[in-house]
């Protein structure tokens, strides 16, 4: 007898340690004695999907939060990760199928620092740099090989600075100045075989100037210009 109700002691004991923990473990979006969100919460879109989950700490998120579209929780839409002595969170954007789309710093819901674009089988497609939600310095584009197809100077979210196109062989193609968001300087154009074809300066968008042609590296003339452009229409009409 003794031994039956020691056992129904330690099973009852047990029972209650795990249906406890049990019971805590379903606590969410709770708030502390200072009226604050703390520890996990889980809120849901008016079907009843998940619209998010994450962790509070004192009122301010705190860690990962997963974010899921209104369609579907199967996979998360958004994560943003919350640093505890930062005011700076690191964010990702991803399609249904659950593929990396974008990602970067905010800090007070605008771009900083460094952003990189990605293509659907996970190569980067463009990176470019932030600052106080503009796009500052140096943003690259890139082909689905891996090679850099342009890349760019931007200052206070316009482009300023060099400019410079490449084909997918890595050969320049294209080299432009710009200042304050236009064409302002000289401007560099190549064949594909990375020959000079055409130089000048540009002004505020527009071409200024006499600007230079070549054919095979060649400088020419306006006459050899014309005549080299009509055998080319010639050409294509036949």
Known sequence: MLEIKR????????TFYFM???????????????????????????????????????GKELGVFKFYDIT???????????????????????????????EGFLN???????????????TIMSQEN??????????????????????????KGLLD?????????GILIEEVV??????????KYFELSGAIKETGIYVEGKRAGKWEYYIEGEIVTDDEKKKNKATFIKKKEN
């Open 161 to 169: 600075g060099t400019s410079s196109k490449y084909s997918s062989k």
């Open 130 to 155: 932030y600052k106080n939600g503009l796009r500052h310095g140096e943003q690259f584009v890139f082909y689905l090989n891996g090679k850099i197809t342009e890349r760019s100077l931007f200052k």
């Open 178 to 187: 710009y200042k304050k968001g236009k064409e302002n300087g000289l401007a």
């Open 20 to 58: 406890s923990k049990d019971c805590n473990a379903q606590k969410i979006n709770l708030f502390d004695s200072n009226n604050k969100r703390t520890g996990t919460w889980k809120k849901y879109h008016s079907n009843k999907k998940i619209r998010y989950t994450g962790q509070f700490k004192d």
């Open 108 to 122: 007070e819901r605008k771009r900083v620092g460094l952003w990189k674009y990605f293509n659907k089988n996970g």
């Open 72 to 102: 579907t929780s199967r996979k998360p839409v958004i994560i943003k990760t919350f640093y505890e002595n930062s005011d700076s969170l690191f964010v990702q954007f991803y399609d249904l199928n659950g593929n990396l789309k974008t």
């Open 7 to 14: 056992l129904i002691y330690i099973f009852s004991f047990f």
